[in-house]
């Protein structure tokens, strides 16, 4: 599984250049005989209208998931998964998104136009709600629905007590959210003082207060606010302000959406989408052989890349993507406290041989990430790490830390300063994902030689296990975008809702909290990079690689693209639709 960082700043340009070359390099079937129909085949030069045609009106498509969900609510901790985004995004309304290029694009179908900064001291921007943005109910979307998503994620217990957001930065920084002329017009304003350069991308996916107000919570206390979390993460939606609805759901079997009759941009030519949740990969290539799905986005492996390449009138891609693939260690543990033992840790665990084992047979330009936010293309990129000999596979390295932190070797058993034997850890992976199988095994390996015994689980729930912090050692990617300021608060800060691990040092959120009050992105870059330094010194996170990201899909449908932000491959769901020639056979 995939969790989904919160939109975290403007995009960088040499990152967003960087991906937007490489993501559409198609490696799977064309999906046309000569290039002349529309295919994936023109993604590296028009990533954001390749495949594009005309669509009949009518029909529904099946597409796949790789996870379980456990939570409605997507602004949480324990909701703040990619799969739920995705799904969310098609009924929730945001103020933009991400496209295939890494370009934002402002929801005019919501806004009336693009905002604007009014005031740069204090910090102010006004959104204006086109008259027509209603809820399906009929009820006007308005500033109300902004406060509310701005009390919840604002991480003030004065406003909401115990919302524990996905990512505050933004939001914590606004000294008011106002609205006027009937709640069609919303001003923020942030703190004297406070500075925040990627504000466009904040106020995505909102709930609806009307519906949290009905339900009799005071979303002026910040009792009722947690109320209305909990509310909103545990009922299945029937509101929308998107343009699909919520028909039926399991959050762990499908959901269905339809076509909602009372959107107020264009209607979806599709009148249905079923998300459907297969958690096993080689089941997910049976279903799209057999027509149960018409495409997903999953976790790819070198099997699934081959069979679905050679399945007739199916478009397929791998390439790069703003995901990266990392190993967590949770701080709570005994064992895991001890700096000494994490950084011995790290330099055992041999991160090229995982990469060649994992992803290199279908990606061969996979290499060990060295900084944690910035690709190497990127003009903000430090490496970190390889200094440091963290993922290296050095075994007598690794022994010589031990050994100068007073650590023993009994055998085949690590023993602590003070006698005591070091582990088991234990290591946990999303079930189902046969390359996360493979890295666990091989950490299994590599922690063996310095006397770690671990023990491997499977998870079927991310969310939950994370926000839980029911793990050791922990596998799974960030998917993030060409943003990056609120990044280092929501992973290292000591309270930051994506610090799963636990790790708190008061340099870093020292630093990474002054990153969230800049303007400059090169600023804010610089501070990033000071406190990952630190992070990476006191091995809380190794990076495996920025991970190969994968699509595939039913060539009889139009306007499905690779996307491989934040945003996803349904970021536009409500323009596919079955080719109108594919419909009238």
Not at 75 to 104: E, K, M, Y
Not at 326 to 331: E, G, R, T
Request: net charge negative.
């Amino acid at each position: 599984m995939h969790i989904t960082r919160r939109l975290a700043g403007f995009a960088a340009v040499g990152l967003a250049a960087a991906l937007a070359l490489a993501a559409c390099a198609d490696e799977g079937g064309d999906g046309g005989d000569d290039g002349a129909t529309p295919s994936w085949d023109d993604c590296a030069d028009d990533p954001n209208n390749c495949n594009s045609g005309e669509t009949a009106q009518g029909g529904q498509i099946v597409w796949a998931f790789e996870q379980e969900q456990a939570s409605w609510n997507q602004q949480t901790a324990t909701g703040n998964t990619f799969v739920l985004a995705q799904i969310v995004d098609r009924f929730l309304p945001s103020t933009g998104r991400f496209l295939p290029d890494g370009t934002w694009e402002w929801n005019l179908d919501l806004l009336a136009a693009e905002p604007q900064l009014t005031s740069e001291e204090p910090q102010t921007w006004v959104y204006q709600i086109r008259p027509e943005a209603k809820w399906n109910d009929g009820t006007d979307i308005t500033a109300d629905d902004f406060i509310w998503l701005w009390k919840h994620n604002a991480a003030d217990p004065d406003l909401c007590d115990g919302c524990d957001p996905a990512g505050s930065g933004g939001y914590d920084a606004m000294e008011s959210v106002v609205g006027s002329d009937n709640g069609k017009t919303v001003t923020v304003t942030l703190k004297e003082g406070q500075k925040f350069a990627e504000w466009q991308f904040l106020f995505t996916q909102m709930y609806p207060a009307h519906i949290a107000a009905a339900q009799g919570f005071d979303l002026d206390t910040p009792e009722g606010m947690k109320q209305s979390s909990d509310y909103f993460a545990e009922t299945q939606p029937t509101y929308s302000g998107g343009p699909f609805q919520v028909a039926q759901a399991d959050l762990r079997q499908q959901i269905i959406l339809e076509r909602n009759p009372n959107y107020y941009g264009d209607p979806a030519p599709l009148d249905q989408i079923t998300f459907r949740i297969i958690t096993e990969q080689d089941a997910l290539v049976t279903a799209m052989s057999s027509g149960e799905i018409d495409g997903a986005g999953p976790q790819p492996n070198q099997d699934m890349v081959t069979q679905i390449s050679q399945m007739p009138n199916v478009l397929s891609h791998v390439g790069a993507g703003y995901q990266w693939e990392h190993l967590d260690l949770n701080l709570e543990n005994e064992f895991l406290a001890d700096v000494e033992l994490r950084r011995a840790i790290f330099t055992a665990i041999d991160i090229n041989n995982i990469n060649q084992r994992t992803f290199a047979s279908f990606f061969p330009d996979v290499e060990q990430k060295m900084n944690h936010l910035f690709l190497k293309t990127d003009p903000y990129y430090v490496d970190h790490i390889s200094g440091t000999g963290q993922g290296s596979g050095d075994v007598q390295a690794a022994m010589d830390i031990l050994t100068a932190a007073g650590y023993t070797l009994e055998g085949d058993q690590l023993m602590t300063p003070d006698g005591d034997p070091v582990g088991p850890l234990r290591f946990v992976h999303t079930e189902g994902n046969q390359l996360r199988a493979t890295t666990a095994q091989l950490v299994q390996e590599d922690l063996a030689e310095i006397g770690i015994p671990v023990t491997i689980e499977t998870t079927a729930d991310l969310g939950l296990t994370l926000a839980e912090g029911d793990f050791d050692i922990m596998i799974f990617a960030w998917v993030g975008s060409p943003a990056f300021q609120t990044s280092g608060n929501q992973f290292w800060a000591c309270e930051g809702g994506g610090n799963y691990g636990h790790y708190c040092n008061e340099e870093v959120d020292r630093l990474v909290n002054e990153a969230l009050n800049q303007i400059d992105l090169a600023d804010v870059a610089d501070l990033l990079n000071q406190a990952m330094e630190i992070v990476v010194n006191e091995a809380y996170v190794l990076p495996i690689s920025d991970k190969p990201v994968y699509a595939f899909a039913n060539a009889d449908y139009l306007n499905i693209r690779p996307n491989f932000t934040n945003s996803g491959v349904p970021y536009n769901a409500e323009e596919w639709g079955l080719a109108a020639t594919a419909a009238a056979e």
